[in-house]
């Protein structure tokens, strides 16, 4: 596999260029003919109101689908609940068990003996999606990844996530790791209402670990003013997905999209979800803040 530096670089500067053009217009001139929703690549996408929960625009948004790391966001929630609680201190010194040092895939480069702070934790998973920073935080949070697992499906139906079902905290492709793009909109709606104190750790562009300095996948943190975090995933069965979060004014939006098909090229895949997020979001802001008095605005939800 190509490394995620070099996967990243060549369609960010595609993406740059298309989000340029398009911000430049200025919201007026984005605003005419705003009432047909861009078209959207992806298996499955949602856009809600994170303030009330009303859903603006949808595509087999409860349909389930597998959503590779997205499934850190239920990890990142438990954790954040157990920080809270007191039970763990977020600039508190830990170092990581067997269960993170041999877990693959993506990774924050925790090493044995290498001690890390649960704020670099939440960062491992925020910005590389570190599978080793999600089984570290499972146990750590639950003792042993199977307990931890059992909390997060117990925490997904309290919550109302129907379509969803765990198998493990990082995301790894299984059978039994599935949600629906309604039910990660919900999640996210939740993080941001129980959890604002901790939304900054998802908008950086880079996190550094033991001396290795890891890009973020989603290509709108830290490049569109407007947009404030969340979660990127990607596995072969999931396509790529992506959770992004943005505000403006007193208004945030909640855009999930899932399996954006990345026709075999997995750097092509990251620039195509961003891109989708960035459409749905900036239509949003459109419809709702730009042209609130507007007449016969179509009803764009494609709800299957």
């Not at 109101?49 to 689908?65: D, R, V």
């Not at 920080?83 to 993506?106: E, K, N, R, V, W």
């Not at 995933?233 to 004014?249: E, K, N, R």
Request: proline share 7%.
């Amino acid at each position: 596999m190509v490394p995620v530096q070099t996967q990243i670089r060549n369609p960010l500067y595609f993406l740059l260029f298309a989000m340029f053009c398009w911000l430049s217009l200025g919201n007026s001139a984005r605003a005419e003919g705003i009432s047909a929703l861009p078209p959207i690549d992806a298996r499955s996408y949602i856009l809600m109101n994170a303030e009330t929960g009303q859903i603006l625009a949808a595509k087999n948004a409860y349909k389930p689908y597998a959503i590779a790391s997205l499934s850190k966001l239920m990890t990142l929630y438990l954790l954040f609940q157990d920080i809270d609680s007191g039970h763990l201190q977020l600039h508190g010194q830990y170092t990581p068990g067997p269960a993170a040092l041999q877990t693959g895939g993506s990774s924050m480069f925790l090493r044995a003996g290498l001690p890390f702070s649960l704020a670099q934790l939440i960062l491992g998973m925020t910005v590389p999606s570190g599978n080793d920073a999600a089984v570290e935080a499972a146990v750590l949070v639950g003792g042993n990844v199977p307990t931890f697992v059992q909390q997060m499906n117990r925490s997904a139906q309290k919550l109302g996530m129907l379509s969803t079902t765990y198998n493990n905290p990082d995301g790894l492709p299984h059978p039994n790791n599935f949600s629906s793009a309604y039910d990660q909109a919900v999640l996210t709606r939740n993080i941001l209402q129980r959890f604002p104190q901790y939304l900054p750790f998802f908008g950086h562009k880079n996190f550094t670990y033991a001396g290795i300095t890891s890009p973020n996948p989603n290509l709108l943190v830290g490049r569109v003013p407007f947009v404030t975090g969340m979660k990127s995933g990607y596995t072969d069965a999931a396509g790529h997905c992506l959770v992004v979060t943005g505000t403006q004014g007193n208004m945030t939006l909640i855009a999930v999209v899932l399996g954006v098909p990345s026709f075999t090229n997995e750097s092509r895949g990251f620039w195509k979800a961003s891109w989708a997020g960035l459409k749905l979001l900036d239509w949003g802001f459109a419809r709702t803040l730009w042209l609130p008095q507007a007449a016969g605005l179509e009803n764009t939800a494609e709800e299957q």
